[in-house]
């Protein structure tokens, strides 16, 4: 069976309707934080993250790109109506943290995390000729080359400098940049994806261990294990996908071994005998937080297909089909139609019961990623 067959109709007959109904509030366009994953009634109203709203216009965006969902561009702009309604940042270009469930500002501070997902969903409106998301996408820029930006490399945390620094907004800018270059075609985004890469050779990736380092001090000095440096096997997979996305744009630098490096290193980790990574580790591999997010599985899916896509030996494919087996048979089952059962514990049994909205970016990306794939070897 092709990945295809499973995909397209958990995506437009169940995914898209769910996540486009009951996940939006109907009263403001905005979307809800996440929904349970008994009923699929919303839940966790008492705040809004303004990065799910900017995950959910790149989710409905890809959707409606792929055919799976009709209403998903007009879904895409009520949310970007929303957002620049609500989540504009007062003082300065980008977008607030929170918001409190009368949609009033709850947290304003500008968080760079937040920052990359504007920019990758309002890059994904402003393909489809949204003017309003192209001028939120050149604000929400303006704001990280501003004041956003580190003197030392990169980003800081939020303009409160907040600590640790963390490699995870800039894998995130990493994407974003490389999505909108591949979009628009214009040099200056794989300039600025670039400028990422130097800063992830330079300090994220420890080529020696084949390692992916996730926080830092103020100048860029490693967090030791008792203050807190940890390991996380999905975002591992995560830079592999992006790594080998780099080298099908045509980017300058050599950057296959640490994809293969990062590939090995991440399943010896993190792959539990139930082939799902888990969430966390410690240095010595022993896992820190033994649970097992969906999110984890959908980047190692994306990986697995990325390396077969480059090296084509079978192996890839044949753990990517794993990986896509037990994504329908393990997670997106005992629960409402187009949801997922998002946290699991080791034994397999149910370790929250919501669903966030946020997971969707994950799912949307892995299964639109396995149709490119799909389209490409045909």
């Known amino acids: 069976m092709s990945f295809s067959e499973k995909i397209r109709p958990w995506m437009a007959e169940a995914a898209c309707p769910l996540w ?43 959707a409606w790109r792929m055919g799976l969902d009709p209403q998903g ?10 957002a ?39 890059g994904a409106l402003a393909r489809f000729g949204v003017e309003e998301a192209r001028e939120d996408l050149a604000r929400t820029w303006a704001g990280l080359s501003g004041d956003l930006a580190h003197p030392l490399g990169g980003w800081r945390e939020d303009d409160l400098d907040r600590l640790p620094r963390r490699q995870n907004p800039h ?13 628009t075609g214009e040099a200056v985004w794989m300039e600025r994806a670039e400028a990422v890469l130097d800063l992830f050779f330079a300090r994220f990736f420890d080529a020696g261990r084949g390692w992916l380092l996730e926080h830092f001090a103020e100048d860029w000095t490693p967090l030791t294990p008792e203050e807190g440096q940890r390991l996380e096997p999905g975002h591992f997979c995560e ?35 139930d082939g799902l990574l888990c969430d966390e580790t410690f240095l010595d591999g022993s896992p820190s937080k033994s649970t097992r997010r969906l999110w984890g599985q959908t980047e190692h899916f994306k990986a697995a297909l990325a390396q077969e896509r480059v090296h084509g030996t079978g192996r890839h494919l044949a753990e990517a089909r794993e990986i896509f087996d037990r994504l329908f048979g393990v997670y997106l089952t005992g629960c409402r139609p187009g949801g997922w059962r998002d946290r699991l514990n080791p034994d397999g049994s149910l370790a929250d019961p919501l669903m966030p909205a946020s997971t969707f970016y994950h799912l949307v990306c892995a299964f639109g990623y396995a149709l490119d794939w799909e389209t490409a070897k045909g």
């Open 20 to 62: 486009g109904g009951a996940g939006i509030d109907p009263a403001t366009g905005g979307v809800w934080e996440a929904l349970r994953v008994a009923d699929g009634a919303p839940a966790r109203a008492e705040i809004k993250r303004v990065r799910v709203q900017h995950r959910q216009i790149y989710a409905f965006a890809e």
């Open 171 to 183: 894998m995130h800018g990493f994407e974003a940049c490389l999505a909108l270059q591949d979009w």
């Open 84 to 122: 620049r309604a609500r989540a504009q940042a007062p003082r300065g270009a980008g977008w607030i943290h929170r918001l409190n469930p009368d949609d009033s500002p709850q947290d304003s501070r500008r968080d760079s995390y937040d920052q990359m997902f504007a920019l990758l969903g309002y």
């Open 239 to 273: 830079w592999v996908w992006l790594l080998r996305r780099y080298e099908r744009l045509g980017g300058r630098r050599p950057v296959g071994a640490a994809a293969d490096a990062l590939y090995a290193e991440g399943r010896r980790l993190g792959l539990g005998p």
């Open 73 to 82: 561009l007009e879904r895409a702009r009520g949310v970007l109506a929303f």
